[in-house]
């Protein structure tokens, strides 16, 4: 989704700003462009990546700018679109919507705006007010006011050459805090290669920035305390190192993130330690219901670990779409249920906006996130888990999957604990759990092997993957995976949904990647899925920790990790899977076609 990014120092402004869009690149965009401000504004825009962009034609010796990387939502992407936008004497950029940009153009007369986008009006607008009142602040505060939808906005003038103002509500914008130079951007990866220091705008919050100083103050101006929070994230973890893309890297840190989100957490002995949940033993025994809300590949996770939760607490558990549980009216007990929200980011649009809902409707809301500091994580009512595990710069997400069932199981074996259930099951969930890294170590090692299957699989257009149990949910996120990044039309079936519709679209030219369980009986059931498929000249790969069926096209084949976590093991394969048939194709493998990584939009 868009970016946001600013500078405000002694240095030149233009080169700071670029490398910093490039940072953004990775949330997808389809424009960019650069303001810097010296004498005169100057602005560059183009359609397409950053490196479109002619750096020679703004001010080599600026040293405050703002740029933006625009993914289109009021308007097509082009270069009138594209961000900064000026009007009068003001440049902003934008993340966000205004939602009553049509009103407020009504409002101050219908000003004459060049891009069809709500972001110039909320320029002529801001505009406006400083023309009446020649206060820059008093004149975001009252634009910000009239607005309604999400906003955060970085805004400079040439009446003060050395300053950036910002503000934010919905839509998430940091202050970097550098030595006698200022930051501000819409996510820490911008920022990272020049400062650890940041300062988290809150929501309806305006921020000053000069080289030398941040002031905040709230929608009534009265100044607001500046907290400075130091960043965990490494700007090396920004760079591919040996791969060929973020994707891969981010496949073969798995090891690594799922040991960080169990580190200091699980012990040898079955311990389960977590500090971040706030829940009072009250309440954790009071929990009936659990409500995990997510979108995509968080939903998925969620989705697993609905079946561990289910076995592990013997409690009814839930998964909604974040986008549809706003919709849904049935009864919640608030008493008794947890909901919990999965979310790399913390900023998806409707997964905040679903948290907002289940708060207002009295439920007790945690959140199991990667971005520490992010909106949904500040926003839950019952603390959480922080995922650690850092920038997942590709669009698609790998490792922050894996780390969310992992996260997920874990709460299980801790409420188990604190509810007093059996302790054996505590002890095998956290046995499984640590010995889960090295399992997928040993999964990688197989990436040749996989490869040389997967060139064959890219002749296939059409895809079925199916699972049972715990391989359905897995089936889905492998599906998603090979559609978003490899742009392969498949669906994911529990594979006994197949004989109600589905294998009517199997003939020879279609692919089923059937999941096969270690569970014997499952294992059976899922041999007939494979019978039926056969019988109709499909052709179908298999994955799993037996030897191949006779009748199966091609199969890979996987080590057992145990119950709870094996599904993740045949995860790892089918992102390798959707790795080397996306490499085959020579597809931007980072930054698929018209995704965006945050997803800021409802
Ligand atoms: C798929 C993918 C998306 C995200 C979804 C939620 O690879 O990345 O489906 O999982 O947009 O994003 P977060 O987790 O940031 O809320």
């Known amino acids: 989704m868009c970016g946001i990014i600013g500078y405000v120092g002694s240095r030149p402004a233009k080169e700071i700003i670029y490398s910093g869009l490039q940072r953004l690149e990775y949330r997808g965009y389809d424009s960019v462009g650069i303001a810097t401000l010296g004498k005169k504004i100057k602005i560059i825009k183009a359609v397409g990546p950053t490196n ?34 000026s009007y009068g004497l003001i440049t902003l950029v934008h993340n966000g919507i205004i939602d009553n940009y049509q009103e407020l153009k009504e409002k101050i007369g219908q000003p004459k705006l060049k891009s069809q986008t709500d972001s110039e009006v909320l320029a002529a607008l801001i505009d406006h007010y400083y023309n009446s009142k020649n206060n820059l602040i008093e004149a975001i505060r009252l634009a910000i006011s009239d607005a309604r939808g999400t906003l955060g906005i970085a805004v400079i003038t040439k009446d003060h050459p050395n300053q950036i103002v910002v503000a934010r509500r919905g839509s998430p914008i940091v202050i970097g805090v550098g030595d006698k130079q200022n930051f501000v951007a819409s996510d820490s990866s911008a920022i990272v290669d020049h400062t650890s220091k940041v300062i988290y705008l809150r929501d309806d919050q305006i921020g000053l920035i000069t080289p030398n100083s941040v002031e905040l103050f709230d929608m009534k101006l009265n100044s607001q305390e500046v907290s400075i929070e130091t960043l965990d994230n490494n700007s090396e973890l920004l760079d591919k190192g040996q791969y060929s893309s973020f994707l891969e890297k981010e496949i073969f840190e798995q090891p690594t993130s799922l040991g960080n989100v169990m580190r200091g957490r699980v012990g040898s002995d079955g311990s389960i330690v977590l500090g971040g949940p706030n829940l009072s033993q009250s309440e954790i025994q009071s929990i009936k219901r659990i409500l995990i809300i997510g979108c995509g590949t968080a939903y998925y996770a969620g989705y697993y670990a609905r079946y561990e939760l289910e076995k592990i607490l013997g409690l009814q558990v839930t998964v909604e779409h974040a986008s549809e549980f706003r919709y849904r009216h049935g009864a919640l007990e608030p008493e008794s249920t947890l909901a919990i929200f999965m979310s790399q980011s913390g900023e998806t649009a409707d997964t905040l906006a679903s948290l907002r809902e289940a708060k207002r409707r009295g439920l007790k809301t945690m959140g199991i996130i990667n971005t520490v500091g992010s909106t949904i994580a500040r ?46 099951m505590t002890r095998k969930i956290a046995q499984e759990l640590l010995a889960l890294p090295n399992e997928v170590s040993l999964a990688l090692e197989n990436k040749s092997q996989i490869d040389k299957i997967a060139r064959k699989l890219s002749k296939y257009d059409n895809w079925f993957f199916l699972g049972r149990g715990t391989l359905y949910p897995v089936a889905q996120e492998g599906s998603l995976k090979l559609a978003e990044v490899a742009y392969i039309n498949s669906q994911a079936l529990p594979s006994g949904e197949m004989k109600h519709g589905p294998i009517a679209l199997v003939d020879k030219k279609h692919l089923s990647v059937l999941l096969l369980p270690e569970d014997q009986l499952l294992y059976k059931k899922n041999l007939s899925t494979l019978e039926e498929i056969k019988a109709r000249g499909g052709n179908v790969l298999t994955i799993s920790s037996r030897p191949k069926e006779k009748l199966s096209d091609f199969h890979l084949e996987l080590a057992y990790s145990g119950e709870y976590t094996n599904g993740l093991i045949y995860n790892v394969y089918l992102q390798l899977i959707t790795l080397a048939i996306a490499t085959k194709k020579s597809l931007n493998i980072d930054r698929p076609r018209n995704l965006a990584k945050s997803v800021t939009v409802e």
Do not use: C
């Not at 080599?60 to 289109?72: C, D, M």
């Not at 299980?412 to 059996?422: L, N, P, T």
């Open 379 to 424: 926003e839950v009512s019952h603390g959480g888990i922080y995922l650690h595990a850092g920038i997942e710069s590709s669009v698609a997400s790998t490792k922050a999957y894996s780390s969310m069932v992992v996260a997920l199981l874990m709460f299980g074996a801790f409420v188990a604990y604190k509810q007093g259930r059996d302790a054996s």
């Open 52 to 85: 479109k962009l002619d750096l020679d034609l703004v001010d080599a010796t600026a040293t405050t700018g703002i740029g933006h990387t625009r993914w289109s939502t009021h308007g097509k992407p082009t270069e009138t679109n594209a961000h900064p936008h």
